[in-house]
């Protein structure tokens, strides 16, 4: 049994913040779970599918976010209690849906949970989905610590049903995958829910009428009522258990903040020993502000510290909240990032909060933890080779990049890439042959390839390319093929197929046979739906560099249309690869050319699979058995075919 | 002997529009190679000093350092080169009827050379569809069938790079006036590389006024005739001026003002006409489609013609004063106006590294005043 259903009395377990949000929604009693992967935010839905047998869940990796919403809005619709998960890139994906959804207003308490990530560790832009919160005029609530992860779960469905609307919940890279000691409380003991979709009430019945988010020409029918939800939220949350205060009654400076940058706060705030002078205005309502609650907070001081990452959503709200105020608290001093003493861009720290507090507070500060750091830096260079970010030994991204770079270079038009998004938007470093020229969104790849390709008629005639991997095949880029079909834009977009959402950790997909429940499923066959769509289609496995390549070529020169080359090999990481040799492979020293004219160190110069090596001593290229995934593939670009391979019995 | 200097073949002759696709640089390694009769860099090699440069017939050609290997002498500014003597020929009795773009001269000598064992192998060019495909030849018989000129530029020589990669050697070729070039930097081995010594035994050059660029020769024609069905490709010695295009039973005929912006840029500053720097070099004789003109220029291409007319596999004929004066002054010309071209592009006697030839002074002069236009012109 999972210990994410420990029934035991009060126990304490060491959860991830995102297993904390999975406990919090399980004692809650959550039914519906939808998401789509994206790194902070994959472990919840992956935790709900190992408890969804026991607790009676149903949980999908949904196509993308805003399919992930609408399943769970569904749920919602008919009573129970959901939750979509995604990360902040998502929320975009989803935000039409939920623009119609906060104002249709839901039923069973339903969660929208972002994972936000504060620089950019793990995504394309560090984008901020806080501010969405006030677009579609939704509550927000960002957990403090790991318990407050669980608990506030709970208080989130109840908001959620009180107000009867989305709630959005936020955290955190630092919060989703850091980990801390949680208290459980206990699980609802009836899992048997039952869900039915009443719509025989009248139009704007909120429990019984249909649900819908127009009312033509008539926005005080419907927005009217939404902004009473809001106001509502905010009288709840004057007295949120989850806001609170530590410090002294009037202090010198006011700290306010949330979510991890709370744990920085108070760690400086201990540190310099300012716990006297200092106060620490911990909020987790952070849309809407409650105004009562913090003008109090705002009257005890002259000057207040806004400590959160990324955009100033928080120092923004507080202040027009202090300027309406000004009569009652009087004028104060603010201090954050539109001061310009704490940065605007990446994540921040303690030392950072360290670094301001000993500023604006004149206690000085030696930061004893920067020689640790300096020295650790030194000895890591020392052990570590430097090293670009590269693909995986025996990644087939590597092998369809070699094809693709080599045909647009031997084509000769300057054609290039369109990227998109996936382990493969390593396309734009040498990893990739530096074959990637555009990068945004989603499916935006194919999307610009089909803009390109429409400009023929002022005289562009290098060929497009654009690739695509084939969870985001599903997730977006289908319309963009589509587009391009209908307009005949000659583009040829190459999907990456190596079977499954592999950057996240293989979460399935529509293409995948087996579900997040471990369920056969129906496999979406993307070489079909190419056909059917009316695409002139060919596939290839990326690891047959030669017939890889001829075929790309023709499409390039194949001036018709639409053009989709599958390129199909799993993930080296897959679960059916991972630690399985296919071929020993060896390097013979006495053919290879190392460094002569000739080669000039191909393999390990230019193809970069880190299973190979240079001995500079004997100047010649060798296999580390330990990296190399057995792959082969760099047997057929050896000059010398010094590379050889025996398969594995 | 070549000027090697940091900086790249890509630059130098890729990017600059002189690459004729002559495959001298292809094989050699993985980073050049040949696409539809383009050639292209894959990726940056970072060697101050490689094969692919030195070969290139395009980028630092010492015409003087080439001569006085060959010949022994200094380049000078005779129209036709260095050579030996001047004939009228076509293949002999030896050689049954075949598919030869003219009197056959280039077949039947290379015929003879494979059956005599003078060479090993020939490296020739056939075609596939319109796309010219060199290969190694081994078989005499099968020299027959890589007859006729594919007037497109060729990768000939990446066929005889990897020959020589497999471990030929003692090759024969046909090869155009570029290719001759870059034979002939091969044959001098300036890399010092013992493994990389002179791989031929035999090399006939074709003479050439300029080649067609294949990727917009095979779109234009697309739009004319099915590919599939050419037979034969000619252009008629002077007064012609044409291109025909011979399908099963039918032909088409091209004025050559049509064809002639298919011409790369970089054949406009190549001052060869004639090959001069291979063992034999064969042309079409003026007013004859049926006969060849040869010019016997090295004494190991003496010896082999000479054998090949004894045994009556090719029969050579006194070349008429008329006819040679002619040549004389079409090859002249070309001299010229290559020269001239390349001097106001900076690529004659230009930067290190970039420029296209090195000549003297003297010689420059000399051929300037020798080129003149007022005659009647060949193709
Ligand atoms: C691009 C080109 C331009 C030419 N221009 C002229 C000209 O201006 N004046 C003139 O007198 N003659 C020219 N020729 C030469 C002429 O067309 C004949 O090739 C030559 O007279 C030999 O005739 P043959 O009957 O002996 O040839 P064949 O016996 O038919 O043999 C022809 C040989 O040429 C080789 N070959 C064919 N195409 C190519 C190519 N693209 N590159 C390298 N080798 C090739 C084949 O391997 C074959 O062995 C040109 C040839 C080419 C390929
Ligand atoms: S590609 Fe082959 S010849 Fe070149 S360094 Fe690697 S093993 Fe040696
Ligand atoms: S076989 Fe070659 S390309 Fe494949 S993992 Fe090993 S070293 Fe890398
Ligand atoms: S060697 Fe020939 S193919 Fe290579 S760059 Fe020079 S001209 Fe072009
Ligand atoms: S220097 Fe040698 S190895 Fe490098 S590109 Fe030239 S031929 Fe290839």
């Keep these: ?649 | 002997m070549k000027q090697f200097v940091p900086g790249d073949l890509d630059a130098a002759v890729i990017q600059e529009g002189l690459c004729i696709g002559c495959g001298a640089c292809i094989h050699l390694c993985p980073y050049f190679q040949s696409y539809r009769g383009k050639t292209a860099r894959l990726f940056p090699c970072t060697l101050k000093e490689g094969r692919c440069f030195a070969y290139c017939p395009k980028v630092e050609v010492d015409l003087d350092g080439i001569s006085r290997f060959l010949f022994g002498k200094r380049y000078d500014s005779a129209p036709l080169g260095t050579y030996r003597s001047i004939h009228v020929s076509r293949a002999g009795e030896k050689v049954k009827k075949s598919s030869f773009q003219a009197g056959g001269t280039v077949s039947a000598l290379m015929y003879f050379a494979l059956r005599e064992k003078l060479i090993r192998g020939a490296i020739l060019t056939g075609r596939k569809e319109l796309l010219p495909t060199p290969q190694l030849v081994e078989k005499p018989a099968a020299v027959f069938r890589h007859g006729l000129s594919k007037y497109t530029a060729a990768p000939t020589l990446a066929a005889l790079n990897e020959a020589i990669e497999k471990g030929c050697d003692n090759l024969g070729i046909v090869v155009t006036p570029c290719q001759a070039t870059a034979v002939a930097q091969m044959r001098m081995n300036p890399m010092g590389n013992p493994s990389f010594e002179d791989p031929t035994a035999l090399v006939i050059g074709l003479f050439c006024t300029w080649a067609l660029d294949f990727r917009r020769f095979e779109a234009f024609l697309a739009q004319e005739v099915p590919l599939k069905e050419i037979v034969r490709i000619d252009i008629p010695p002077p007064p012609a001026s044409v291109l025909e295009v011979y399908l099963q039973d039918e032909k088409l005929v091209f004025p050559l003002d049509k064809i002639r912006p298919l011409v790369p840029d970089t054949c406009g500053y190549c001052p060869d006409m004639t090959a001069e720097f291979a063992d034999l070099s064969v042309g079409v004789l003026e007013g004859r489609g049926d006969m060849n003109t040869i010019i016997i220029r090295t004494e190991r291409g003496e010896r082999i013609a000479r054998e090949a007319e004894r045994q009556g596999y090719i029969i050579l004929e006194e070349m008429p004063q008329e006819n040679r004066e002619h040549l004389e002054w079409a090859a002249a010309n070309k001299k010229r106006r290559g020269l001239l071209r390349s001097r106001e592009a900076g690529k004659l006697n230009g930067e290190e590294g970039k420029t296209y030839m090195r000549l003297s002074a003297e010689v420059i002069d000399e051929i300037l005043i020798n080129g003149k236009e007022d005659a009647p012109c060949h193709t």
């Design chain 1, 1 to 649: 049994m999972s210990y994410l259903i420990d029934e035991g009395k009060n126990v304490q377990h060491l959860l991830m913040g995102n297993e904390a949000i999975v406990r919090g929604a399980l004692e809650a009693g959550i039914n519906v779970a939808a998401g789509y992967p994206g790194t902070p935010s994959s472990e919840i839905i992956e935790s709900f599918s190992q408890v969804a047998k026991e607790r009676n869940l149903y949980v999908e990796w949904s196509t993308n976010e805003k399919v992930a919403v609408e399943v769970a809005a569904a749920a919602s619709f008919a009573g129970l209690r959901s939750m979509c998960v995604m990360k902040q890139n998502g929320v975009n994906v989803a935000s039409d849906f939920l623009l119609h959804l906060a104002s249709s207003g839901t039923r069973g308490g339903m969660l929208l949970v972002s994972c936000d990530d504060p620089g950019a560790l793990s995504s394309v832009n560090e984008g901020e989905s806080r501010l969405f919160a006030q677009l579609l005029e939704i509550p927000l609530l960002e957990p403090g610590d790991f318990q407050e992860a669980k608990d506030i779960i709970k208080w989130a469905y109840e908001l959620s049903e009180e107000i009867r609307n989305i709630v959005m919940i936020r955290s955190v890279t630092r919060m989703s995958h850091a980990s801390g000691n949680v208290t459980y409380g206990p699980l609802p003991s009836d899992t048997a829910a039952r869900a039915k979709f009443n719509y025989h009430g009248p139009l704007l019945d909120p429990e019984n009428g249909p649900v819908i988010s127009m009312i033509l020409a008539a926005p005080e029918l419907q927005h009217g009522p939404q902004q009473e939800k809001m106001k509502k939220a905010a009288a709840i949350f004057e007295t949120c258990p989850f806001n609170t205060y530590t410090g002294p009654e009037a202090p010198e400076l006011l700290i306010i903040t949330s979510s991890a940058c709370s744990l920085y706060s108070r760690e400086a705030v201990k540190i310099l020993g300012l716990g006297k002078r200092v106060g620490i205005l911990k909020l987790a309502t952070t849309w809407p502000l409650p105004p009562v609650f913090l003008k109090k907070h705002l009257a005890a001081t002259e000057r207040i510290l806004i400590v959160e990452e990324v955009a100033p959503t928080l120092e923004d709200h507080v202040k027009v909240l202090a300027a309406e105020s000004v009569q009652e608290i009087g004028p104060k001093l603010f201090y954050g990032k539109k001061s310009g003493h704490l940065p605007s861009v990446g994540e921040l720290n303690p030392d950072l909060v360290l670094a301001v507090l000993s500023r604006l507070c004149a206690v000085p500060y030696e930061a004893a933890a920067g020689v640790f750091a300096t020295e650790a830096k030194a000895l890591m260079e020392k052990l570590a080779p430097p090293r670009g970010m590269i693909f995986c030994p025996g990644c087939p991204h590597r092998a369809s990049y070699w094809s693709i770079h080599n045909a647009l270079q031997l084509d000769g038009r300057g054609g290039f890439v369109c990227g998109d998004i996936g382990c493969y938007v390593m396309g734009i470093l040498p990893a990739g042959f530096s074959t990637v020229k555009t990068l945004h969104a989603m499916g935006s790849g194919s999307g610009i390839a089909s803009g390109f390709g429409k400009l023929r008629q002022f005289g562009m005639d290098q060929p497009i390319v654009s690739v695509c991997g084939d969870s985001t095949f599903f997730h977006a880029a289908m319309p963009a093929l589509a587009n391009a079909i209908h307009h005949r834009s000659p583009f040829t977009m190459v999907i990456l197929d190596n079977r499954g959402t592999a950057m996240t950790g293989f979460q399935p997909h529509p293409g995948s046979p087996i579900n997040v429940l471990g369920e056969t499923v129906p496999a979406l066959d993307i070489e079909k739906i190419c056909r059917a769509m009316g695409a002139k289609v060919e596939a290839s496995d990326p690891f047959d560099l030669e017939k890889t390549r001829e075929k790309l070529g023709h499409l390039l020169e194949y001036a018709e249309g639409a053009k989709v080359l599958i390129l199909k090999q799993a993930c080296a990481l897959s679960p059916e690869k991972r630690g399985r040799k296919k071929y020993e492979v060896t390097v013979d020293e006495t053919l290879c050319r190392g460094e002569d004219c000739g080669c000039n160190r191909l393999c390990t110069r230019i193809f970069g699979c880190p299973g190979l090596a240079w001995d500079g001593e004997k100047k010649v290229s060798h296999i580390d058995d330990i990296i190399c995934a057995g792959c082969g593939v760099c047997v057929d670009i050896c000059p010398a075919g010094a590379i050889l391979k025996k398969e594995v019995a």
